[in-house]
C-alpha cells in the first residue's frame, strides 16, 4: 500500500490563482521523493498540505489509506496519531523554535511523548551529539547563527523519531562540511526504513537517494 496518496488536489490562497492544479503524488513507504522547482511553484504549499496545516479546495489525502482532512485532525488521537507519524523541517526555522534554550527545544517534543526525565535526557543528550551542537545546548534559539537554527531545528525534529521526515530545504544556509554530512545522514535515515519527501535544488541527492523527483510548475496565468 502507498503510505502517501494524493489525488488531484487542487489548491489556491487567492481566487483565482491556483498554486496546485490536480495534483497527484504517491509516496512509497521507506522511499524517497525530491519535490524541485522554481520560487514560488508550491513546494511549501504542498509540504504544509502533507502536514495537515493546510488543505486542497478540492481532491483527497490520504495517508496509510486514512482519509485526512479538517474533520479527521479535529479528532485528538486521529490527529496524534497522525502528527506523531510525520516530522516536518520548516524551510525557515524560525518558525519552529520558541524555547529558551536548544536543550529545551530538542526535549519539547520528547516531554510532550510522556517519556521520563530520563529518556528525555537521554535522547536530548544522543541528538546533540548526532547533530554535533552540544556546544548549543545552553544557548538561546532565537540568537543562533542561521545554519545552527537549522541544526537545532532538525534535531528537535529527530527527537521525535518520526516515521516519514517531510523537510523543506534542509541544505539551504548549511557549510560544505554540514552539506556532507546531511547527505549521508539522509541516506542512513533512508536505510533505516524512514520515507523521506525533501524539497531541494540540489542535484546530488538524486545519487543513491532519491527514487522518485517531482518538478512543481508555475502555472501559467490568463
Ligand atoms: N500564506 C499565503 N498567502 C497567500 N499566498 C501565499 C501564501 N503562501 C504562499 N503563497 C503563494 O503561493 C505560491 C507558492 O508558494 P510556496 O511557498 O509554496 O512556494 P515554494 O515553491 O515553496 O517557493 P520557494 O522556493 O521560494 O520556497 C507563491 O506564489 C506564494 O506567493
Ligand atoms: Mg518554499
Not at 496518496?5 to 487567492?14: G, R, S
Not at 498540505?49 to 486521529?78: M, P, R, V
Not at 542535484?203 to 527514487?211: H, I, K, M, T, Y
Request: proline share 3%; charged share 30%; hydrophobic share 40%.
Amino acid at each position: 500500500m502507498d503510505l502517501i496518496e494524493l489525488k488531484d488536489i487542487n489548491f489556491e490562497y487567492e481566487k483565482g490563482e491556483p498554486v496546485l492544479t490536480d495534483f497527484s503524488l504517491t509516496i512509497e513507504e521507506g522511499s524517497c521523493v525530491v519535490i524541485r522547482g522554481d520560487n514560488g511553484s508550491g513546494k511549501s504549499t504542498l509540504f504544509r498540505i502533507l502536514n495537515g496545516l493546510s488543505f486542497g479546495g478540492s481532491g483527497e489525502y490520504l495517508f496509510k489509506g486514512t482519509k485526512i482532512d479538517a474533520e479527521y485532525l479535529k479528532d485528538n488521537s486521529g490527529a496524534k496519531r497522525f502528527h506523531k507519524a510525520i516530522g516536518y523541517l520548516f524551510q525557515n526555522p524560525d518558525t519552529m523554535l520558541f524555547n529558551s534554550s536548544v536543550y529545551d527545544e530538542i526535549a519539547f517534543g520528547p516531554r510532550q511523548m510522556g517519556l521520563t526525565d530520563e529518556e528525555v535526557d537521554e535522547r536530548v543528550i544522543d541528538c546533540l551529539k548526532l547533530f554535533d551542537i552540544e556546544s548549543l545546548k545552553d544557548k538561546v534559539p532565537y540568537h543562533l547563527s542561521g545554519g545552527q537554527k537549522k541544526m537545532v531545528a532538525f534535531a528537535a525534529v529527530i527527537a521525535l523519531d518520526p516515521e516519514v521526515l517531510v523537510l523543506d530545504e534542509p541544505f539551504a544556509g548549511l557549510d560544505q562540511k554540514k552539506i556532507d554530512w546531511l547527505l549521508g545522514f539522509l541516506k542512513e535515515l533512508k536505510a533505516a526504513g524512514k520515507t523521506l519527501i525533501i524539497a531541494t535544488h540540489r542535484d546530488d541527492v538524486n545519487e543513491g537517494l532519491a527514487d522518485k523527483t517531482i518538478e512543481l510548475k508555475i502555472p501559467a496565468s490568463e
